[in-house]
């Protein structure tokens, strides 16, 4: 399985930005996924998370209101559309493929995608 993020990129405080995550490979199932984001000298962290169905999502409180997750099964894609960015959202955002246990731990899930950077300033 190979996870490609995109969307990344600099915007302003109070901006908004749409990242991508498109899976190829062996990508049958039915697998929830989520998005973590790592800042510079700190751990990575849990943003949000969607089941297959779509009909459960999970997010983070610091994000909560102002990030929103879906997915596309038809094109093995997940989005993050986050708006109203904070300077404290500016790091590197990581898709993963969800196996098991809970969604908030990053030992849940098996296979990520590359990063991509967002940056926002203030």
């Not at 849990?46 to 099964?73: E, H, Q």
């Not at 493929?97 to 990520?112: I, N, P």
Request: proline share 2%; hydrophobic share 35%.
């Amino acid at each position: 399985v190979q996870l490609q993020a995109s969307g990344g990129g600099l915007v302003q405080a109070g901006g908004s930005l749409r990242l991508s995550c498109a899976a190829s490979g062996r990508t049958s199932g039915a697998y929830s996924m989520g998005w973590f984001r790592q800042a510079p000298g700190k751990e990575r962290e849990f943003v949000a998370a969607i089941t297959w169905s779509r009909l459960s999502t999970f997010y983070a409180d610091s994000v909560k209101g102002r990030f929103t997750i879906s997915r596309d099964n038809a094109k093995n894609t997940v989005y993050l559309q986050m708006n109203n960015l904070k300077p404290e959202d500016t790091a590197v955002y990581y898709c993963a493929r969800h196996d098991s246990g809970s969604y908030y731990f990053k030992s849940s899930y098996a296979y990520w995608g590359q990063g991509t950077l967002v940056t926002v300033s203030s």
